[in-house]
């Protein structure tokens, strides 16, 4: 009967976990002037963030779509004299955005890939593999997160011009972005900290059945891992998708650069209205994968905190 | 493959050593090490080891080198000994890029530390739409940098009929310069990178706040603390390790500013805006004459041991009270 009873109350308590409380206890929020007070802060709180946090999103979208005399005359006035949709197609074509948006793509995709490579074979061989090696090279993959990336620029720079041992340059090539954005000890970090998490008794089980290193990390930890692989892969095309001091270095044919370098250079030679569709196009995909992926990008986001600490 | 002395064993640290024990372990011939699967761990281990070697641990290495080094890739390098670093603190630009790095900094930390503090503490107390709100504070994080640049670049249009000139004459403010006047440039840059970042502070502290325990609340309540004294005597409190790592974050991420500075005013008006990352890449890339590697090395090794520094003090003087 006791045993039934706590079940009972444990069932209530798993059905209805969402009172948790705040600062402002449940007793309180039903007095009307808390109420009242609460309801207007976040209420002036809801339209800041929507003015602030929205507002020059949808001004460029509107920009993007308005002829350039009428954004000079009335920045803020909603197409007076209507809308000119052949901005995005002369951004498109015309200003070449085409070509850069697919540049950014590759850079992007490019990143992802070695990002994810360096960090799940890392991140495997740090946590699951253990090799005697393998503390200090994670000692010295914890020691780059202290230094800062400014330290990199130059000697990073020089290395590019001759890759030590293969002496080759990478100038001008996208291995040049690639392979730098590999080498991210948060990604290593990340990976090996969740490999940690995974249960050891699956990995034992797979071994006695004759899964060799390979098909350990491809058919068991892998497949286990969607979540992290999930927030590093959103990160690296974010952060590809970002970078700008580092590919006009290592880019400096325009034949190769993306997005994010292009966009200043070509700024004085469009026309207004055509430059702002080009910034509206460089934006919409990132937003795009932000909306489809806002779990994932806000779960990250925190742990950016939580991991650092 | 031989089960037993499989690397794998190693990692389950709950079991006892098995029958081959870690003692044989460690006169291991290189046939043993080959045989227990050694050759494949270090295959898997190469794309790691090779890509933080030749472009992070090499590098990091290269640049203790050149500081004291005179590179101009044309000879071969020369050690000079100290004359980058004297060089660089000769530079009479360097004092202005200093203080206008601390004061893009301080203005970040007035701007920008307080203000998600208090939105993630009331987006905390949201009961309906948490998402929204999030959300809504984290678009602008999303944002690529270069167009948030770019785009208030045009807002900060000097003329009366520029977007925040506009919603200035609404009150009857205005025009204001913004990036044209050296002293409203740097606020100007510090509001759009303060826009550009908040949303991930804000995140930050909204996890954590989820981490607050609630029950102190219900202790405070009945020694009849109102919600002032809550936020101050129990919340705050609890976020205090958290609070130190964004000021860390935000001091290391704002010291090493460009790309603001770079690409609305380029260190100008009269070099209102230059900063060290700017005078760096002025000392690199800057010159058609050749770069000045070395000096550029020497200052941003200077940088780095600083902020370690600061670093290093506020861990020290927080650490009493931060576990």
Do not use: C
């Not at chain 2, 670049?153 to 520029?162: A, L, M, N, Q, R």
């Not at chain 2, 913004?178 to 970042?197: I, N, R, Y």
């Amino acid at each position: 009967m006791a045993a039934n009873n706590r079940t009972t109350a444990l069932a209530r308590r798993r059905t209805e976990p969402a009172v948790e409380r705040g600062i402002v206890s449940s007793h309180d929020r039903r007095r009307p002037s808390v109420r009242g007070s609460l309801g207007a802060l976040q209420g002036g709180l809801l339209v800041t963030l929507v003015l602030v946090g929205l507002g020059p999103i949808l001004w460029l979208a509107k920009a993007a779509v308005t002829p350039t005399q009428d954004t000079l005359r009335e920045p803020l006035g909603l197409f007076p004299t209507g809308v000119d949709w052949a901005n995005l197609s002369t951004a498109w074509s015309r200003a070449e955005i085409d070509h850069y948006f697919v540049n950014t793509l590759i850079v992007a995709v490019g990143a992802w890939f070695f990002q994810l490579l360096v960090a799940t074979t890392g991140g495997y061989v740090l946590s699951v593999l253990r090799p005697r090696y393998g503390n200090v090279i994670f000692g010295l993959v914890l020691a780059t997160l202290f230094v800062p990336s400014v330290v990199l620029l130059v000697p990073l720079y020089l290395t590019i011009l001759d890759v030590p041992i293969v002496h080759v340059s990478l100038l001008n090539t996208f291995w040049a972005v690639w392979l730098p954005m590999g080498a991210s000890a948060f990604n290593v970090l990340l990976v090996k900290r969740f490999f940690d998490g995974l249960p050891r008794e699956i990995f034992e089980a797979a071994r006695v059945d004759g899964a060799g290193p390979f098909r350990l990390l491809w058919s068991i930890v892998l497949p286990m891992s969607k979540p992290i692989l999930g927030v590093v892969s959103v990160f690296a095309v974010i952060a590809a998708w970002k970078d700008y001091l580092w590919p006009l270095l290592v880019l400096p044919d325009p034949e190769n650069q993306p997005l994010s370098v292009r966009l200043p250079a070509i700024a004085p030679y469009l026309e207004l209205d055509v430059f702002l569709a080009a910034l509206a196009i460089s934006t919409v995909l990132p937003i795009a994968l932000f909306l489809a992926f806002q779990r994932l990008f806000l779960s990250g986001a925190g742990l950016g905190g939580a991991v650092k600490g | 493959m031989t089960t037993l002395s499989s690397p794998l064993r190693t990692t389950t640290p709950a079991q006892p050593p098995s029958s081959s024990g870690p003692r044989r372990r460690a006169r291991r011939t290189p046939r043993d090490w080959l045989r227990d699967g050694g050759l494949s761990t270090l295959i898997i281990a190469l794309p790691m080891i090779l890509v933080f070697g030749v472009f992070s641990w090499f590098p990091i290495g290269r640049a203790l080198v050149m500081s004291v080094q005179e590179t101009n890739l044309v000879t071969t390098p020369e050690f000079v000994g100290l004359d980058n670093f004297v060089f660089v603190l000769q530079d009479p630009l360097l004092g202005k890029a200093v203080a206008n790095t601390l004061w893009f900094a301080l203005l970040a930390l007035v701007f920008g530390y307080p203000l998600p503090l208090a939105a993630a503490v009331l987006m905390s107390e949201v009961r309906r739409m948490r998402g929204l709100f999030s959300a809504l504070a984290y678009l602008p994080v999303v944002v690529p940098p270069v167009v948030a640049v770019l785009l208030w670049k045009f807002f900060y249009d000097p003329s009366g009929t520029g977007v925040f000139n506009t919603i200035a004459g609404w009150v009857g403010l205005g025009p204001y310069p913004w990036l044209q006047d050296a002293s409203s440039a740097m606020p100007s840059l510090v509001l759009e990178a303060t826009w550009a970042a908040a949303g991930g502070t804000v995140i930050i502290y909204l996890a954590a706040l989820v981490g607050v325990r609630t029950e102190l609340y219900e202790a405070a309540e009945v020694d009849g603390a109102g919600v002032w004294r809550k936020i101050w005597h129990v919340t705050l409190p609890q976020l205090r390790g958290v609070l130190f790592i964004t000021l860390i974050l935000q001091v290391i991420g704002t010291s090493q500013v460009f790309l603001e500075p770079f690409l609305f005013t380029g260190g100008g008006p009269n070099n209102a805006t230059l900063t060290i990352l700017m005078l760096i890449y002025d000392y690199a890339f800057g010159s058609s004459l050749g770069g000045n590697y070395g000096a550029a090395t020497a200052l941003s090794l200077m940088l780095a041991g600083v902020l370690a520094v600061l670093s290093a003090i506020y861990f020290r003087v927080t650490r009493p009270w931060s576990s």
